[in-house]
């Protein structure tokens, strides 16, 4: 089976309250056994704009991403990650 990834590019807009949607993400990423591969970090982005943080998230295979990407509990922490921050997610399937 292959993994599934998210990679996340992501500007925060208000840090005072982004650790809000960091303790609600963690209950979800520990439920569906996310490993975090990348989680800031320095970058370099020689092609153009870039936000200012990427992470990527490991997850044991494509089915299990989505699910937790669509599971009730990451739509409501998903909510205030719109809230408090400008970002992207895109869900992909591993190389077998």
């Known amino acids: 089976m292959t993994k599934g990834y998210w990679i996340v590019h992501i500007s925060i807009t208000d840090p005072g309250r982004y ?4 303790a609600a993400d963690r209950i979800v990423f520990e439920k569906y056994e996310a ?17 200012a943080r990427h992470v990527v998230i490991e997850f044991d295979s ?12 990451y739509q409501a922490a998903a ?18």
């Open 62 to 73: 494509f089915e299990k991403a989505l699910a937790c990407y669509h599971s009730p509990e």
């Open 35 to 51: 490993r975090f591969l990348v989680r800031g970090g320095r970058f370099e982005a020689p092609e153009g704009p870039a936000k």
């Open 79 to 96: 909510k205030l990650r719109r809230s408090f921050s400008d970002s992207e997610i895109v869900i992909v399937e591993g190389m077998a």
């Open 19 to 22: 650790p809000e949607y960091l």
